[in-house]
């Protein structure tokens, strides 16, 4: 322990009016309990019930909605819904620290409605959240790491950013007829491109099979678990989530305290920013 206002390292242990258990600083009588600078910081629920639902979102094989978490946990929804925007902020956070390496199938994917048409006659589709599904592959062809980011549209700039953040130089990336993804060469990488058309034709390219695979998981995982939810502000979240358990998918008993780890190395994350938008450039 440190105090966070001296920079102290002598304490005494103290309880406030709730039996919580405080750290005290020796020199400046500063107060705090084992959750402060944490995700859990000034939450008034037990961490028995942090502990449940850490459990619940990391061994359920399609996730857990936020109205199944409040049945599970016996709170309000909206208490399971700050809960569970949290839990998948910090898995959001923790996966932006690795880059894929090596082999790498991407594809434009959406998110939304139905409806047709696009903005501004560009890719986009309207109603729809755009984001880039990337799959690294092992040297036998397995699929071994992946990321969903949501970017604004798929336009070379918007594609430039992306791979300068997501990719390690040397990178070799597979990808479908869409010509903004040759801007991966900005980041030291190679480009191997397939024109594959729309429908099945594109969903059955060989060179494609684990990108599409995984996004196929995804919209099932999504159909079976969320009735509805605001993409265009959450998506991120959601889709980090879904990739977070996937990239930590061989050592399922490790989920949980790695999340654990995850939460405490978060920062707070009061409720005005977990509703800010979500829109990635």
């Known amino acids: 322990w440190q105090c966070a206002h001296c920079g102290c390292k002598r304490f005494f242990h103290t309880r406030n009016g709730t039996g919580r258990l405080l750290w005290e600083c020796f020199i400046c009588g500063y107060q705090s309990s084992c959750i402060v600078g944490t995700v859990m910081e000034h939450t008034h629920l037990s961490l028995r019930l942090w502990f449940l639902a850490m459990y619940l979102l990391t061994q359920n094989k399609n996730a857990i909605s936020a109205l199944a978490l409040k049945r599970q946990l016996g709170v309000s929804y909206k208490t399971a819904w700050l809960m569970k925007h949290k839990l998948m902020q910090a898995m959001a956070q923790r996966d932006e620290r690795y880059r894929l390496q090596g082999r790498v199938e991407i594809d434009d994917a959406y998110l939304g409605g139905e409806r047709a048409g696009h903005i501004n006659g560009g890719r986009r589709a309207a109603n729809k959240t755009a984001f880039v599904a990337a799959v690294q592959t092992s040297a036998d062809g397995r699929p071994l790491y992946m990321r969903l980011t949501p970017v604004a549209d798929f336009t070379n700039e918007h594609m430039r950013q992306w791979a300068s953040r997501h990719l390690t130089a040397g990178c070799h990336v597979v990808s479908d007829g869409t010509r903004a993804f040759a801007q991966v060469q900005h980041a030291q990488a190679t480009h191997e491109r ?88």
Not at 254 to 275: D, F, I
């Open 194 to 281: 397939y024109v594959t058309g729309g429908g099945r034709q594109g969903a059955q390219t060989p060179q494609l099979r684990w990108v599409n695979t995984l996004l196929g998981n995804l919209k099932t995982s999504m159909a079976g678990t969320y009735h509805s939810f605001d993409h265009a502000r959450y998506a991120q979240r959601y889709l980090a989530e879904f990739c977070w358990r996937f990239n930590r998918r061989f050592d399922l008993p490790a989920m949980l305290p790695r999340l654990l780890k995850a939460l405490v190395t978060t920062g707070p994350l009061p409720l005005t920013l977990l509703r800010v938008s979500e829109v990635s450039s």
